[in-house]
């Protein structure tokens, strides 16, 4: 079992459409969560970070935390066809400084 | 500021040969991390430095791979007898001060790829 398991996807959504992105991890105890964003190419860029259990909003992107189901999720809103891109989890766990990263989820928005 | 910044960008290398990678962090950032992404993957966590601390190299994949970081800024990874399969772009990462809250800032990769 992989530490950070997400879908490879691609996820395709229309635009305006809401993508959820979803994510599980093995270690109980971790603390601090992630999602990158990486276009082709290009480097990981942060989008959201989350501790506690449940939802933070930042705009058009909400992170949800469900530390008892070892779950965390990404829901754009009004995606937008510059949302396109490849969104990575990252869970820092318990007595660790790097990060364990999922393989990403692939997002297109169809214009 | 300036962000986290990385050379070369691109590497082409032979077989066999050896290959040093820079990684300069954000100023004032005393964290320091390498990760390795191969075509495809997610990212794969190399070695980590915090300060003067003892580095954390419990990433690193063999012992052709090694790290330093001078005066508790430049950090050069070096990989020696290259191998087909250290094709990858390698990414370095700075945070403030290695908290586990903290963001880490991800330079623009160094993409390696040995014939």
């Known amino acids: 079992q992989k530490e950070v398991e997400q879908n490879s996807g691609p996820l395709s959504v229309p635009e305006g459409a809401i993508a959820s992105l979803n994510c599980t991890y093995s270690d109980r105890g ?4 992630f999602w990158y964003r990486q276009y082709s190419g290009k ?4 989008i959201m970070s989350i501790y506690s259990n449940g939802d933070k ?3 058009r992107f909400t992170a949800q935390l469900n530390k008892a189901s070892q ?8 995606s937008q066809p510059s949302d396109s891109a490849t969104y990575l989890c990252a869970v820092r766990g318990s007595g660790r400084r790097a990060l364990t990263f999922g393989s990403g989820t692939r997002l297109q928005v169809q214009p | 500021g ?3 910044s990385q050379s ?24 320091l991390y390498w990760y390795r992404q191969s075509l495809g993957q997610g990212l794969e966590f190399l070695i980590y430095f915090q300060g003067n601390s003892a580095p954390d190299k419990s990433g690193l994949p063999s012992d052709r791979f090694s790290a330093e970081r001078t005066g508790g800024s430049v950090s050069t990874l070096t990989i020696q007898r290259t191998q087909q399969e250290d094709s990858a772009v390698y990414l370095c990462a700075s945070s403030l001060a290695g908290g586990g809250w903290e963001t880490q800032y ?3 990769g160094t993409r390696l790829l040995v014939l």
Do not use: M, W
């Open chain 1, 30 to 33: 971790s603390q601090s969560f």
């Open chain 2, 106 to 108: 991800f330079g623009p």
């Open chain 2, 2 to 4: 300036a962000g986290v």
């Open chain 1, 71 to 78: 779950y965390v999720s990404l829901l754009i809103r009004d």
């Open chain 2, 8 to 31: 070369p960008s691109n590497k082409v290398t032979e077989k066999g040969k050896d290959v040093e990678l820079r990684c300069d962090p954000i100023s004032g950032h005393t964290a």
């Open chain 1, 43 to 46: 480097s990981p860029e942060l």
């Open chain 1, 57 to 59: 909003e930042d705009g």
